[in-house]
């Protein structure tokens, strides 16, 4: 016997479902001027009932992604901004297309680092490091802060550099004298904490996309390491995964290296 409790826990299986493919049209720029089809329309487009619809879109609605008025319909909220995963970048140059980075040095001073800075760096205890935290805007909105540690003798140059309007990578690179060469990379969900929220315009808890990166020079020297918070309801990750041949056969692969990193 069908109960309704299992009726509405299908509806809103079905309304994850739909949600994310609407999601991923959303952040495409599928809809002409950010105008989403009618209910009706999208309840045939996914074969399912208009109030499996509106549930979607209401998740959408509280992911900030669209708005709902009555009379107008649904719109789109905010653009989301791809930031590809298979090449190391920076910001600007991620985005360009979308429009103008821009940063605020909001701290920048020699350091005696933790001693984990010191280890992922490969420094002794005790080296100084460049600290420097940025808040990263496109278009004048907030969409990143930035907690960067960097080995002395490529960020000291950086206290005369512009670093309002340039990439601290394609900087690095003209002090180094070598190109960078690539970088460790974790993403994981963290909510806001106040500092955080206050900084980035973000609602006190809000769902956060943590970086943390560790980049190399082309020798194999990490010089940068930073833990990036970016606002999860104006940027998308995006990467390319390569399946190797025989994974299937044996999972532990050393040293394997994916498109993702």
């Known amino acids: 016997m069908v109960t309704t409790t299992d009726t509405r826990r299908r509806r809103a299986d079905r309304a994850r479902q739909v949600a994310d493919l609407l999601r991923r049209q959303i952040v495409q720029g599928h809809f002409a001027h ?14 399912t009932s208009r109030n499996t619809v509106r549930e979607a879109l209401d998740l959408l609605r509280e992911e ?22 298979h090449r190391l970048l920076g910001l600007a ?14 701290t920048m001073s020699l350091i005696e680092p933790p001693a984990a800075v010191s280890h992922r760096l490969g420094l ?16 004048g909105l907030p969409l990143s802060l930035d907690l960067t540690y960097l080995v002395r003798d490529v960020g000291e140059p950086l206290f ?17 004298g070598q190109p ?7 993403v994981e969900a963290v909510n806001a904490d106040t500092h955080t929220a206050a900084a980035l315009g973000a609602p006190r808890g809000a769902a956060l996309l943590m970086v943390e990166r560790l980049t190399h020079l082309s020798d194999g020297r990490p010089v940068d390491l930073e ?20 994974t299937g056969t044996d999972p532990e692969i050393p040293g394997e290296e994916q498109a993702w990193h």
């Open 34 to 47: 950010g105008q989403l089809p009618l209910e009706a329309a999208l309840a045939r487009e996914f074969d």
């Open 124 to 139: 002794p205890a005790g080296e100084p490091v460049v600290y420097l935290e940025r808040l990263r805007s496109l278009n």
């Open 64 to 85: 900030g992604l669209v708005e709902r008025c009555p009379g107008v319909g649904t719109t789109v909220a905010a653009e989301k901004y791809p930031h590809g995963l």
């Open 93 to 106: 140059e991620t985005l360009h297309e979308h429009g103008q980075v821009t940063n605020q040095v909001r």
């Open 160 to 176: 005369d550099a512009d670093l309002a309007h340039n990439d601290i990578f394609v900087l690095l690179e003209g002090i180094a």
């Open 227 to 246: 833990f990036i918070r970016f606002r999860g309801d104006r940027l998308t990750m995006r990467g390319h995964l390569r399946r190797a041949p025989g």
């Open 180 to 186: 960078l060469g690539m970088a460790e990379l974790t």
